[in-house]
């Protein structure tokens, strides 16, 4: 029996329990099965027509073959039941797959058939194979070091979700502190060095719930003895010393050793004794460090500084800097030696206000204020030994102060001027003085005033010279350069030119004055198609349109002073168009008749207007239009 149950099983690719508790063949086998384990066999199709509730003897389903839900309709099966689909098994149903159809375990709705508002819908539980035991792995970070964070994770398997967590300390040594012991993965804090063991109780949510319990056994690795390497070693003590005995303490947990952080040469006597001695280089400092390890916790250190002092090399500041060369300098190079033993450092012994570009350079540049002396020490020094120092003086001559003559003053403010007042400098250093160096015939009211007044020639330019002397200096210039410009003579374009006299003509001579000062140029400000012969003479010829009217403008300029301007109209007038009444109306045309029709012309130039001459009580129907008609008396002769 048992060796061909193997054989079906192998042929459908898929092993059930040999012997199962009871075969589910009809929907109405649930109630009546009294064995563990209740199979839907290959081949069989199972239709539930109505709500079923197994029989509380059905620890698992086993579905082979197919489950069909035919309607909306719910399975009932007891708690914690697992549900096996093995081979071919599925789970189907007739008509709409939606919430309805579903299956319960223990009074918890764990399946639907479109799976909303549960775990699992009946195509993920096929896909899954069904709904397993629940299961759990646990891990952690260990092993940590006393004082980290252990972390521990439950890793929950099978049963139904949601789960719930419930975690303990069930051995070591001290108490635990935990995030929390209801998530999956809390953190654990405030644990003693040594091992440590924590238990895990997981629950799913299948019927009354299902619970598992894990343990896991962590390693909490105790701290090294907080390293200290000894005072450091840098005083007066080590002077012409290569060798000293090292301070570091005693490891009560781990082992200790000692490195050269920085510092060439240097050897230990026992590197693992922290009391080893230490010999180095004459004039070298070292850092040293005591480092406590205790794998695989972080290692502690301490460092220490050991310096084999030197006197410093004997200090000279140089030669003294206050001749010429520094007229006009607020900055030198000194010349100090370069120490061979320690470092230098410039001081300022007396004077006010000077600074070093760099104070540790024994050529560094001095910045002073110009005109001041100062006395300037250089110290080398290799502390804590006694230093050796050396002054040296720099006076900065002061250079008279930088010329300024003030702005020119060519523009049309000098326009009808022959005096101005200068605007030069007032010297901080020196003594100011004006000079002419171009220009003839200008007097100054007071040479050494910056604010001097400056007399010219109308019409004349000069170069004025502001020195501000300081001797030995070189003195500082600047120039200015002053025009006495002339305002330019009034124009005057002459009389309008728009009488009879222009009648038929259109080219006439201008009138405009001559400029004494100045340039003169006609324009035109109104008027179209005007030339001039020569728009630089006041006597040019201007040609126009006969029968247009020009507003000419005669410009003299003197820039940069004001222009002045005159106008004139020019007019070239026409005579009109010679007048054409028509034929006379005296005929037999005109029998019976008291309206004709006049045929004077249209004029090219002018305007016509008819009137009666002789004859009594003509109209016109419009006297401006040469075709008007004229309306007379019968038998009335007219002159019009």
């Known amino acids: 029996m048992k060796k061909n149950a193997l054989l079906f099983c192998a042929y459908f690719l898929f092993c059930l329990k040999v ?73 189907t149903n007739s008509g709409a797959c939606n919430a309805n ?5 223990g009074g918890t709705s764990v399946a639907s058939c479109n799976g909303n508002g549960v775990n699992y819908s009946f195509s993920e539980l096929v896909a899954n194979g069904g709904l397993r035991a629940l299961s759990s792995d646990v891990s952690s970070n260990s092993p940590i070091c006393q004082g980290g964070t252990l972390t521990l994770t439950a890793t929950p398997s099978g049963g139904i979700e949601p789960y719930t967590f419930l975690w303990s300390k069930t051995l070591g040594s001290g108490s635990a502190t935990f995030s929390s012991t209801t998530v999956q993965s809390p953190n654990v804090t405030g644990l003693q060095a040594g091992q440590h063991t924590f238990q895990v109780v997981v629950t799913d949510a299948n019927g009354g719930g299902q619970s598992v319990t894990r343990t ?130 410039w001081i300022v012994v007396s004077g006010t206000g000077g600074t070093f570009s760099n104070s540790t350079s024994p050529t560094s540049t001095f910045t002073g204020t110009a005109g001041s002396s100062y006395t300037l020490r250089w110290t080398i020094s290799n502390s804590p030994c006694v230093a050796s120092t050396d002054d040296v003086t720099i006076t900065f001559n002061q250079n008279p102060t930088t010329a300024n003559a003030g702005g020119d003053q060519v523009g049309a403010s000098t326009c009808g001027l022959t005096q101005v007042t200068l605007e030069g400098n007032t010297p901080a250093v020196g003594t100011g003085s004006w000079s002419v160096v171009s220009g003839t015939g200008g007097i100054f009211s007071d040479v050494s005033s910056p604010t001097s007044t400056f007399t010219g ?87 126009g349109t006969a029968g247009s009217s020009y507003t000419l403008r005669w410009t003299i300029s003197n820039s940069p002073c004001v222009a002045s301007t005159d106008d004139v109209t020019i007019t070239f007038n026409q005579n009109p168009t010679t007048a054409n009444a028509g034929g006379d109306q005296v005929g037999a045309g005109t029998c019976g008749l008291t309206q004709v029709t006049l045929e004077g012309n249209t004029p090219a130039v002018g305007t016509g207007a008819w009137s009666v001459v002789s004859g009594t009580g003509g109209t016109f129907s419009d006297a401006s239009s040469p075709t008007s008609t004229f309306t007379g008396t019968a038998g009335s002769s007219y002159t019009l």
Do not use: H
């Not at 300081?470 to 200015?480: G, H, L, M, Q, W």
């Not at 001039?532 to 010829?541: K, N, R």
């Open 216 to 345: 896991i056994q962590v390693t909490v690795n105790a701290l090294p003895t907080t390293a200290n390497a000894g005072g450091d070693q840098v005083g007066a003590s080590t002077c012409g010393l290569t060798q000293v005995t090292l301070a570091g303490n005693t490891p009560a947990v781990g082992t200790g050793a000692w490195s050269v952080v920085s510092g060439t040469g240097g050897t230990f006597s026992n590197s693992t004794s922290p009391t080893s001695t230490f010999t180095g280089t004459a004039g070298s400092s070292y850092t040293l460090r005591w480092t406590i390890s205790n794998s695989p916790c972080a290692a502690s250190t301490d460092d220490v500084t050991i310096t084999f002092n030197q006197n410093p090399t004997t200090a000279n500041a140089g030669g003294d800097q206050v001749g010429a060369s520094t007229c006009g300098l607020t900055q030198v190079t000194l010349e100090g030696n370069t120490p061979t033993v320690g470092t230098g450092s």
């Open 457 to 543: 020639t109308a019409g004349s330019s000069y170069t004025l010279r502001w020195t501000i002397s300081n001797s030995p200096c070189v003195a500082s210039t600047d120039d200015v350069t002053i025009t006495f410009n002339q305002n330019p003579t009034t124009a005057s374009a002459g009389g309008d030119q728009v009488g009879a006299s222009t009648c038929g003509l259109t080219q006439v001579t201008l009138e405009g004055n001559t400029p004494a000062v100045g340039t003169g140029s006609w324009s035109v400000v109104s008027g179209t198609g005007g030339t001039f012969s020569d728009v630089s003479s006041p006597t040019s010829t201007f040609t």
């Open 101 to 105: 159809k579903r299956i319960f375990i």
């Open 19 to 91: 012997m199962a508790d009871c075969t589910i063949n009809t929907a109405a086998d649930f109630a009546t099965c009294s064995g563990g384990i209740a199979t839907i066999p290959a081949g069989t199709t199972v239709n539930l027509t109505a709500d079923v509730t197994a029989s509380n003897s059905i620890t698992k389903l086993v579905i082979a073959g197919t489950l069909n839900f035919g309607s909306d309709l719910t399975l009932s099966l007891p708690a914690n039941t697992q549900i096996e689909i093995v081979g071919a098994g599925t789970i």
